[in-house]
């Protein structure tokens, strides 16, 4: 549901416009309800992803390491906590760890991870805005970033980023969402493209992925 408790129209942001560049990196963010969004995310993924993914759940420390084996585990996608310096690669997920934003910064023709314990943001370390934003520095409009569900409103200057850069973004819709904060504030702001039940966000990024490319 929305932190408001009311109902906002998904029509207001979907369908914004159709994807035209290859999309490079998936940047996932979540909270509230997150760990079972991101299993039925990974569950519909297709196996051979070829690019890159790089997600922030807010969790305390310990635990992110804990869903990123369970996701490994379950879905066969290599999933790992974030080290710095780490280097992106196609077909590899790696989640911010607990107490630590995590970005992605250029290193010649290479992108590696980098992480931080700079003040919170939103209130969260680690926090979804920072990450978004430097995936939008770093990849530009071949960024595709996914909102779900969550408190708050961490994550909204990350996709406006990627929004003005040309980046595509999809949002869980209110339904199936535990707390609409997150993507919900997301849908206001007019930045999604597409507003989908949870079950429809990974066939998604798959069309979006084979639509358009999997470059890295």
């Given at each position: 549901?929305s932190?408001s408790?009311?109902r906002?129209?998904p029509s207001?942001?979907a369908n914004?416009?159709a994807p035209?560049s290859?999309v490079?990196?998936l940047a996932?963010?979540?909270?509230?309800?997150?760990?079972?969004a991101?299993?039925?995310?990974?569950?519909r993924l297709?196996?051979?992803i070829?690019?890159?993914?790089?997600l922030v759940?807010?969790?305390?420390p310990?635990f992110?390491?804990?869903?990123a084996?369970r996701?490994t585990?379950q879905?066969g996608i290599?999933?790992?906590?974030?080290?710095?310096g780490t280097?992106?690669?196609p077909?590899?997920?790696f989640i911010?760890p607990?107490?630590?934003?995590m970005?992605?910064v250029?290193d010649?023709?290479?992108?590696r991870l980098?992480?931080n314990q700079?003040?919170p943001?939103?209130?969260c370390?680690?926090?979804?805005?920072?990450l978004?934003?430097?995936?939008?520095?770093t990849?530009?409009k071949?960024?595709?970033?996914?909102?779900?569900?969550?408190?708050?409103q961490?994550?909204?200057?990350?996709?406006?980023?990627?929004y003005?850069?040309g980046?595509?973004i999809?949002?869980?819709?209110e339904?199936?969402?535990?707390?609409w904060?997150?993507?919900g504030h997301v849908?206001?702001?007019?930045?999604?493209?597409?507003?989908l039940p949870?079950?429809?966000i990974?066939?998604e990024?798959?069309?979006?992925l084979?639509?358009?490319?999997?470059?890295f």
């Amino acid at each position: 549901m929305s932190e408001s408790g009311q109902r906002v129209n998904p029509s207001l942001s979907a369908n914004r416009r159709a994807p035209a560049s290859p999309v490079h990196i998936l940047a996932i963010g979540s909270s509230t309800g997150g760990p079972n969004a991101l299993a039925d995310v990974f569950s519909r993924l297709p196996r051979d992803i070829a690019v890159p993914i790089v997600l922030v759940q807010h969790m305390p420390p310990m635990f992110t390491r804990l869903l990123a084996e369970r996701l490994t585990s379950q879905f066969g996608i290599p999933v790992a906590e974030a080290t710095a310096g780490t280097l992106l690669l196609p077909g590899q997920a790696f989640i911010a760890p607990g107490d630590y934003h995590m970005a992605v910064v250029r290193d010649g023709t290479q992108v590696r991870l980098h992480i931080n314990q700079d003040p919170p943001e939103n209130s969260c370390r680690p926090a979804v805005d920072v990450l978004f934003s430097s995936v939008a520095r770093t990849y530009g409009k071949n960024s595709l970033g996914v909102i779900l569900t969550g408190m708050g409103q961490d994550g909204l200057r990350g996709c406006q980023h990627i929004y003005e850069a040309g980046g595509q973004i999809v949002a869980q819709d209110e339904a199936s969402s535990v707390v609409w904060g997150m993507p919900g504030h997301v849908v206001r702001a007019g930045l999604a493209d597409k507003v989908l039940p949870l079950d429809m966000i990974g066939p998604e990024i798959g069309k979006r992925l084979k639509k358009v490319g999997q470059a890295f």
